[in-house]
């Protein structure tokens, strides 16, 4: 049996990697159009709505602040030493 030299052997694996990358079809991602708008600063993630996902009603509360505890009295820390 004889041997394909090196240099023969790299073009032919080039060539076939070229064939199948061309062959394969482009699949362009649908851009999806978001309504909220991402206040955090960070990457706002939107995914196509699943038809076999089961629909939830969110609650419409307000948001408030939490109290820290610092003008409230609350002691926070280790009792003061006397």
Request: proline content about 9%; hydrophobic content about 45%; some cysteine.
């Amino acid at each position: 049996m004889r041997r394909i030299p090196v240099r023969t052997a790299t073009v032919l694996a080039l060539a076939g990697a070229f064939a199948l990358a061309a062959c394969q079809s482009e699949e362009t991602e649908p851009t999806l159009e978001v309504d909220a708008e991402d206040l955090s600063g960070g990457e706002l993630i939107a995914t196509p709505a699943d038809e076999e996902a089961v629909d939830v009603d969110l609650p419409e509360t307000p948001m408030t602040p939490v109290d820290t505890g610092i003008d409230s009295g609350v002691a926070t820390g280790a009792p003061a030493a006397e």
